[in-house]
């Protein structure tokens, strides 16, 4: 069964940082692009970025450029966000997915506030 | 980025036929055809249909997809009370390299 778990969110004041992380397993983790989306509160999916399978290529929706990093570890079946200078328009769910957008995690929970 | 263009909110009644439209261009709908995906309130979303017309395991014949242009429609038939959530389509812009989605539609199931 595939699995997709997110983890490491919170609450951290603007201009912070958070690093999310998504364990995956249940199925080939290192032949699969992966995503993160994220969904704001009573808002709509926005496609924050991917990585494809081997790391070598990332893109990223144009609010997060310069200040998110997408990255993942095959060997540990893990994919990460870095996300720095956060924003309080940043506060959102943020999802795990396989790129296919077939598999989703449960969501963690991101919250910029002072 | 620009999004893809869905009407915000669609109501049917029990046992009818609903149609939801997602609106892009060519270098997205057009281009790779969309993706369609089922969000009730407080779950993550579940994808319905992927480029145009494939269905995932699981996903019921009640529910099709199709394509005419930079468009894409959602068909679902036989509304039952479940169909009632937010519908978003999503499809891979090869000129932004990026997923972008539409703003979601409402289903509301009289």
């Known amino acids: 069964e595939v699995q997709l778990v997110e983890s490491g969110g919170g609450l951290v004041q603007p201009g912070g940082s958070l690093r999310l992380s998504c364990a995956a397993s249940?199925?080939?983790?290192?032949?699969?692009?992966m995503s993160w989306v994220r969904q704001a509160p009573g808002k709509g999916l926005e496609w924050v970025a991917n990585?494809?399978?081997?790391?070598?290529?990332?893109y990223y929706v144009d609010s997060v450029k310069g200040r998110f990093t997408i990255s993942r570890d095959n060997a540990k079946n893990s994919l990460y966000l870095q996300m720095n200078s956060l924003r309080a328009e940043d506060t959102a769910v943020y999802y795990c997915?396989?790129?296919?957008?077939?598999?989703w995690g449960q969501g963690t929970l991101v919250t910029v506030s002072s | 980025q620009a999004g893809l263009t869905q009407p915000p909110s669609v109501s049917k009644g029990l046992r009818q036929t609903a149609t939801l439209t997602c609106t892009g261009n060519?270098?997205?709908?057009?281009?790779?055809?969309a993706a369609w995906l089922q969000q009730h309130q407080g779950h993550p979303p579940k994808l319905l249909s992927y480029?145009?017309?494939n269905r995932p395991s699981g996903i019921s014949e009640r529910f099709s997809a199709s394509r005419s242009g930079n468009t894409a429609s959602l068909t679902i038939t036989g509304l039952q009370p479940e169909d009632e959530a937010d519908y978003y389509c999503?499809?891979?812009?090869?000129?932004?390299?990026?997923?972008?989605f539409g703003g979601g539609t409402k289903l509301t199931v009289l």
């Open positions: 997915a396989r790129n296919k957008l077939d598999y």
């Open positions: 249940g199925f080939t983790f290192s032949s699969y692009w």
């Open positions: 990585i494809k399978q081997d790391g070598s290529e990332k």
């Open positions: 060519s270098n997205n709908v057009g281009n790779q055809g």
């Open positions: 480029r145009n017309n």
């Open positions: 999503s499809a891979w812009d090869s000129s932004l390299s990026a997923w972008v």
